[in-house]
């Protein structure tokens, strides 16, 4: 069986125009934003159309299900998201959650007999307006008031005004929390974002486990003089030493592994002018890598090689370090279920880490879980140029198809996690 690649198609450019900024190409649904609202009433339609029922939570997390759904066995889930990122693309979570809409509409039309149901989810502020991660997190762990209050959006408008103009409950919005054990497992497809499927000619990415991130700021201490009249040989140049140490940053995440990345992404320097020489400079970082020992060793390779360089400056250097969030590997036994869906369907597949955070991060935490990717021309995303053939995107949604029916047919490997 397979996807209606000509409906989703047609769904997809429809979502498009909702948000599009008209200068760029690019899509702007920042969630909870008048363009998220309209999308968000667009899928509602979409779903009613189709016969399915939406059931909205607290958060704004959507779920949708058949009308008469098979049986009350725990259901296998699919999904992701269709805000976006200011400017952005307009298949990074909207693909998954379309799909996600598609396949459930297949299995109604077909009406293919089920031991599970099948429920199609769209989570709520997924680029993180207010908070990464916000709709998924409140699924997989729940927020209290106090929390869901003290949040911002880019804008620094509250989220809890949003919540009141929306005539949302902020109490209904701490009541998300799925147990673990009520999902039987979750599958989400997804765009690739980066360059590795196109490159190596694959249809199809297994993924493996999304990275692990570390990072925080370190600060290079050095000594303010005056740029005219102090000697190179007197200088404590603290911008001289965290650039030096910057240099280092790429040597020493290939010594961990080919999929290690460190990025420095703002230097800010005291006192600042022109004519001082820096006596402070400040640099962030953002470490990442799918294994949990090897993001612990690429944070302790930074930190080492950030003292050993400014020892050499006579410079001293101290870290403000944010909380580190620990790769999640992905279920191997729905890893298996996708690989022998692609195989079936003579589809190219490898198995491949995630870089970028997704839902399925949170869902890992209260069900078994696993992601499919699609290519992303160029590896681009967060951006007007974000795109992936018809072609690829309608062997994602048949490979999704086909994990689904098999892990609600109960035929699939067991989820090892379940
Ligand atoms: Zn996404």
């Known amino acids: 069986m397979r996807i209606d690649i000509d409906r ?16 760029t190409g690019g899509v702007s649904r920042t969630s909870f934003s008048p363009a998220d609202a309209e999308a968000r009433r667009w899928y509602v339609e979409r779903c009613v159309e189709a016969g399915l029922d939406v059931e909205v939570d607290g958060l704004g997390n959507m779920v949708v299900r058949a009308r008469d ?12 998201h269709i805000d976006s990122v200011p400017d952005g693309g307009f298949l990074d979570g909207a ?45 997989a762990k729940g927020f209290d008031r106090a929390r869901l209050e003290a949040m911002t959006g880019r804008d620094g408008d509250r989220l809890a005004d949003r919540f009141a103009e929306l005539g949302w409950d902020l109490d209904a919005a701490t009541r998300t929390k799925v147990e673990p054990g009520e999902v039987h497992a979750f599958v989400e497809l997804h765009i690739e974002q980066g360059p590795n499927l196109e490159a190596g000619g694959f249809d199809i990415g297994v993924v493996t ?69 820096p006596g402070t400079a400040t640099v962030t970082l953002d470490f990442r890598d799918p294994d949990r020992d090897r ?93 992936t053939s018809w072609a690829d995107i309608e062997r994602g949604g048949n490979v999704l198809l086909a994990t689904l029916i098999a892990l609600a047919s109960d035929e699939a490997p067991a989820p090892r996690g379940a």
């Not at 989703?8 to 200068?23: K, N, P, Q, S």
């Not at 050095?222 to 940053?249: C, Q, V």
């Open 295 to 387: 993001l612990r060793a690429l944070g302790e390779a930074v930190e080492r090689s950030a003292r050993e360089v400014a020892g050499r400056h006579g410079l001293t250097v101290t870290w403000e370090l944010d909380t580190p969030v620990a790769p999640v590997p992905l279920d191997e036994g729905i890893r298996e279920t996708i690989a022998a869906a692609a195989e079936r369907f003579g589809y190219r597949h490898t198995d491949l880490p995630s870089g970028a955070g997704h839902d399925s991060q949170n869902m890992a935490l209260i069900a078994p879980t696993a992601m499919i990717f699609v290519p992303s021309k160029d590896g681009r995303s967060h951006s007007p140029a974000e795109d």
């Open 209 to 277: 486990s999304i990275v692990g991130l570390g990072g925080g700021k370190a600060r290079f201490q050095g000594r303010a003089d005056h740029a005219g009249t102090t000697p190179m040989a007197k200088r404590a140049d603290a911008l001289l030493g965290a650039a030096e140490f910057l240099t280092t940053l790429p040597g020493l995440a290939a010594s961990i592994s080919d999929d290690a990345v460190v990025t420095c992404g703002l230097i800010g320097v005291e006192p600042g002018g022109a004519n001082v020489v």
């Open 69 to 80: 759904e098979p049986s009350t066995a725990k259901p296998v889930w699919t999904g992701s």
């Open 8 to 23: 989703l198609r047609h769904d997809l450019e429809t979502l498009r125009t909702i948000g599009r900024a008209a200068e």
């Open 95 to 139: 693909l998954g959650a379309i799909a996600a809409l598609e396949c459930l509409r297949r299995l109604t039309e077909e009406k293919v007999p089920l031991a599970r149901p099948v429920r199609a989810v769209v989570f709520a502020d997924e680029e993180g307006n207010y908070s990464h991660l916000l709709g998924s997190t409140g699924i």
